[in-house]
């Protein structure tokens, strides 16, 4: 009999836009969980749900297995378990119902069930573990083993006699280098090379070198690992990756820290240790703009292998960023990315359109940033009022009809801005089509001055420059009647 089968709630199949991606990484907090479990003597599985398109599966596998608990463990370092999206939401409802049947005991520990615990009880979790998990989960499972009671284990809530019953937090894990590398050899990997393979992309796996994010954007939740922020040694990091270079042949990371670099100097050390074991890789990263433009930052970013960078641009609206505690300055993005751009670095900027009290100018001014700086890349969406931050407690009563979005592509308009969802849809596109005719517009004069220096990409986007110059124009006629319409 299984001691542990653990799960998690996010399906790619179920969300369209990350599923079209083909870029789907393991769940890597749910195998540090699991591998602290092992190491501590319970014998775990884990039953992946990245790659599968429905919750129902799983009776199957726990049928076999007969696991005594079933751990619905979602992985807090991917961003998009943040957002509570409803189909994952109802698909870990669905996996607790199974588990129960088969008389399982059922604990979730996730960004969903720490804000809606009451939702998951109902539903017929026995137990939630709020915030970082593996501490609560491994003291948690010790004492059910030992038919005690949990009334003294910090980080849980659960029904005692009818009630709610909710224990004190538990602080977070200060020392993160005391876990056991995560349980790689639970995830099927070549299924996850096999769908990069099938998008044409270099296969990549997922790191994290911290926990946590001291800065207060008044829109970012941090559900899982809080406000302090605990740091992976160098030495720890290195050693991962030399594992997993080893292991699965990958050469390429994607460091999903929310912010990577955030101890003065641990880039420096990192881009030393790298060298110092003659360890070389690609990876891409995280950061903001303020960050990188300390010190050498940037210099030791791209020695020591750095291809690109997403920074929290946001907005080109300094008005909005202040109202937003982002912390940065306009000028910081423009000089950041200049920087990068000098070290081939590829720069992406994350926008977001429909903050509280933002404007026409506003909205003109972050798209002139992005049609004068040119990003690698974009990542555009609007305001999503996240549970816990100061920006949902504004707008929170605004929220009625719809508090979460089916999928991470709904981009719907959950409270009342200036203008209505349909607008930001259209805004979407059309900032898209200025963003491509600034890259093909830039590929042409490269072109022009340098003909022997061009690409298939560079090509493309020109060609597409005879749609995007006549497509966006149409578009901004239609925005000026929308705005005309909300006037």
């Known amino acids: 009999m299984l001691d542990i089968l ?7 199949p179920l969300d369209t836009k990350q599923w079209k991606n083909k870029t789907p990484f393991p769940p890597l907090g749910t195998i540090y969980a699991a591998s602290l479990m092992r190491e501590n003597g319970f014998n775990v599985d884990l039953f992946d749900t990245n790659l599968r398109d429905n919750p129902y599966d799983i009776e199957k596998e726990i049928a076999k297995k007969k696991p005594e608990f079933l751990v619905l463990y979602d992985d807090g370092f991917n961003y998009l378990t943040k957002m509570c999206l409803t189909t994952m939401r109802e698909a870990a409802f669905e996996m607790i119902r199974i588990g129960k049947s088969y008389d399982c005991t059922v604990i979730v520990n996730s960004s969903d069930a720490t804000d809606h615990y009451l939702k998951y009880l109902t539903t017929g979790a026995d137990y939630i573990i709020q915030g970082e998990g593996e501490a609560t989960l491994k003291e948690l499972l010790t004492i059910l083993k030992n038919k005690q009671s949990p009334e003294n284990v910090k980080g849980i809530v659960y029904t005692k006699e009818g009630e709610t019953v909710t224990n004190f937090k538990r602080q977070v894990l200060k020392n993160l280098d005391e876990l056991p590398l995560p349980a790689w050899d639970l995830v099927d990997i070549d299924a996850y090379k096999k769908i990069w393979h099938i998008g044409g992309k270099e296969f990549t796996l997922n790191l994290a070198t911290t926990r946590g994010c001291p800065f207060k954007c008044n829109w970012c939740a941090k559900p899982i690992y809080g406000n302090r922020y605990n740091t992976h040694s160098p030495e720890y990091i290195v050693s991962h990756i030399q594992f997993l270079q080893k292991k699965y042949k990958v050469k390429r990371f994607w460091m999903c820290d929310d912010i990577f670099g955030l101890t003065p100097g641990w880039v420096q050390d990192f881009n030393i240790e790298l060298k110092k074991t003659n360890t070389s890789l690609k990876y891409y990263i995280q950061s903001r703009v303020d960050l990188l433009l300390k010190e050498d930052t940037i210099d030791a970013l791209a020695e020591s292998g750095l291809q690109e960078v997403w920074v929290g641009a946001e907005s080109g609206s300094q008005s ?52 004068e700086l040119v990003p690698d890349d ?42 209505n969802s349909k607008y930001y849809k259209k805004l979407h596109r059309y900032v898209h089509k200025e963003y491509r005719k600034s890259q093909g517009v830039n590929f042409l004069k490269n072109i022009l001055s340098q003909p022997n220096q061009f690409s298939k990409t560079a090509i493309k986007r020109i060609a597409y420059l005879m749609y995007y110059f006549p497509s966006a124009f149409m578009d901004a006629q239609i925005l000026k009647r929308m705005e005309h319409l909300n006037d």
């Open 6 to 12: 653990f799960s998690h709630s996010y399906y790619y």
């Open 320 to 371: 909005i960023l202040d109202a937003m505690d982002k912390g940065t300055k306009v000028e910081e993005i423009y000089n950041a990315t200049t920087l990068l751009k000098d070290k081939n670095i590829r720069v992406a900027f994350f926008i977001q359109f429909g903050y509280l009290g933002e404007t026409k100018s506003d909205i003109s001014q972050t798209i002139k940033m992005i049609k």
């Open 378 to 419: 974009i990542g555009i969406s609007v305001s999503y009022p996240l549970p816990g931050t100061k920006f949902y407690d504004k707008v929170k009563d605004d929220l009625r009809l719809k508090a979460n979005w089916t999928d991470s592509d709904d981009l719907a308009m959950m409270f009342k801005s200036t203008y």
